[in-house]
T-cell receptor, first 114, second 115 residues
Framework: GQQLNQSPQSMFIQEGEDVSMNCTSS?????WLWYKQEPGEGPVLLIA?????ELTSNGRLTAQFGITRKDSFLNISASIPSDVGIYFC??????????????FGTGTLLAVQP | EAGVTQSPTHLIKTRGQQATLRCSPI?????VYWYQQALGLGLQFLLW???????NRGNFPPRFSGRQFPNYSSELNVNALELEDSALYLC??????????????FGPGTRLTVL
């Protein structure tokens, strides 16, 4: 199935460090979402972006909807051990009719060492 | 407010059997989506139901089917189970059409194991 290009694949960092991950696509998206998934659980929505150029924060998390509508990034500042998990970007594409089908990135595995 | 709920949590079947997975959306949400997440892989879109009708379908064989009930809950049926159907099946829901309806909220998933 179709997936977005997400990087990096994995990150192993020290507690307190900042983290940055991004998603790119060759197609235009009209919504970008960022989710976090912990083992054996469903993805939890972190941030939703609806407009090109939009910059949104949620606590230590900041995400932006790229101006070209083909990319998005997520930053986590001052990481803590509970930030561990897999982070997925997801987007919905611009179609004539509503498809509401989310296309997911390949995920970024984040490990934080205390 | 209760989130998306799914049942059962775990399901073990043998090859050739049928599996039925259930999902209840967030109150007020009319759209329900099903995704398959195989171990080590990303989420693959399966089905989208809205107002009781199937609106879109992913690239899966016809033995994956489902339905949405008048109360907006949904069922996913997988017939003639194969070993590669073993995965975490995730259900998500969203608001009716309008601004922000692309935002989907996920349930905890059903872990299906096919032996």
């Amino acid at each position: 199935g179709q997936q977005l290009n997400q990087s990096p694949q994995s990150m192993f960092i020290q507690e307190g460090e900042d983290v940055s991950m991004n998603c790119t696509s060759s197609s235009i998206f009209n919504t970008w979402l960022w989710y976090k998934q912990e083992p054996g659980e469903g993805p939890v929505l972190l941030i939703a972006l609806y407009k090109a150029g939009e910059l949104t924060s949620n606590g230590r998390l900041t995400a932006q909807f790229g101006i070209t509508r083909k990319d998005s990034f997520l930053n986590i500042s001052a990481s803590i051990p509970s930030d561990v998990g897999i982070y997925f970007c997801a987007g919905t594409r611009m179609y004539g009719g509503a498809t509401n089908k989310l296309i997911f990135g390949t995920g970024t595995l984040l490990a934080v060492q205390p | 407010e209760a989130g998306v709920t799914q049942s059962p949590t775990h399901l073990i079947k043998t090859r050739g059997q049928q599996a039925t997975l259930r999902c209840s959306p967030i109150s007020g949400h009319t759209s329900v989506y099903w995704y398959q997440q195989a171990l080590g892989l990303g989420l693959q879109f399966l089905l989208w139901y809205d107002e009781g009708e199937e609106r879109n379908r992913g690239n899966f064989p016809p033995r994956f089917s489902g339905r949405q009930f008048p109360n907006y809950s949904s069922e996913l049926n997988v017939n003639a189970l194969e070993l590669e159907d073993s995965a975490l099946y995730l259900c998500a829901s969203s608001l009716p059409h309008g601004p922000g309806t692309d935002t989907q909220y996920f349930g905890p998933g059903t872990r299906l194991t096919v032996l």
